[in-house]
């Protein structure tokens, strides 16, 4: 049960409601209802929590299954592992997902405030048993480095607010490094943004322009943030399809995390 923000009435979710909310607004990859359960979560809340994902999940599935594709197109139900930092959950969850036989899967769960390193070890846990052959989304993650290690452990697909927000608060991703525009150090370099990637917005406009547009709080500075930094996730995730595909993938991943890394 939600209440609204705007006035206060009551909304009830299901699975089945979810479902149909999602075909509804055309939704291609459509989720399954789970709870995300926060970290740290003690043992007995996270195994509550998974149990209780699995059986709205099989729930969506019934709803989902009873329902046709809107608009002509495919719709796709993706189910989600949980199961917190606990090996058992995690293992149990990703073969529990597995035998629903989904076009694709999700990892859930992780980048909530864990440790990298242990969110690295689950989702590799979860790759490991998750089919090779189906799109694995790993949800809400997040920085370069963070993606360029997801693949390397065989994940497919991400999203994350991290390229808009971040560049809402002037920090930029670019083919040399991080970028804070406020910092005066770019108060007058007219060099363009990023000349690394295919981008209009990051090859027309300096990083003295833009910070300009940030120091004076005009919204078409956090606009030119945001599309550069999309247009930098995209080059990023390109850039690894190439490297994958000319067999270098591990030693380009090594030298660019260091790289995008680098505080400029």
């Known amino acids: 049960m ?19 909310i ?11 209802f789970d709870e995300c359960p926060p970290y740290p979560s003690d043992y007995a809340y996270a195994k509550n929590s998974m149990e209780l ?17 809107r608009y002509g197109y495919s719709q796709n139900l993706f189910p989600i592992v949980q199961g917190s930092t606990y090996k058992d959950l995690r293992t149990a969850s990703a073969e529990f997902v597995s035998s629903k036989n ?18 690295y070890e689950f989702t590799e846990l979860c790759c490991d048993i998750l089919p090779v052959q189906k799109p694995r989304y790993l949800m809400g993650v997040g920085t370069p480095w963070n993606i360029l ?5 065989g994940i497919d697909m991400f999203d994350c607010v991290m390229p808009t927000r971040n560049g809402r608060n002037a920090m ?31 090859n027309y406009y300096s990083k003295a322009y833009l910070r300009h547009l940030m120091k004076s709080k005009e919204y078409l500075g956090l606009t030119i943030a945001s599309v550069h930094n999309l247009a930098f996730y995209m080059w990023l995730v390109a850039e690894a399809r190439k490297h994958i595909m000319a067999g270098d993938f591990t030693s380009w991943k090594a030298d660019m995390v260091l790289q995008l890394q680098t505080r400029l």
């Not at 939600?2 to 149909?20: A, C, N, R, Y």
Request: net charge negative.
């Open 22 to 32: 999602q075909r509804t607004i055309g939704g291609d990859i459509i989720m399954a």
């Open 102 to 119: 989904a076009v694709g899967n999700a990892i859930g769960g992780l980048s909530v405030g864990e440790p990298t390193d242990m969110m």
């Open 2 to 20: 939600f209440q609204s923000h705007i006035d206060g009435s009551k909304h009830l979710f299901t699975p089945e409601h979810v479902m149909d």
């Open 53 to 69: 994902t699995h059986r709205w999940l099989n729930r969506c599935f019934e709803r989902f299954e009873t329902t046709p594709d």
């Open 149 to 153: 290690e997801g693949i390397a452990l």
């Open 172 to 202: 930029l991703f670019t083919t040399k490094g991080i970028i804070n525009i406020d910092n005066k150090k770019w108060e007058k370099d007219f060099s363009v943004i990023d000349d690394g990637i295919d981008c209009a917005m990051s």
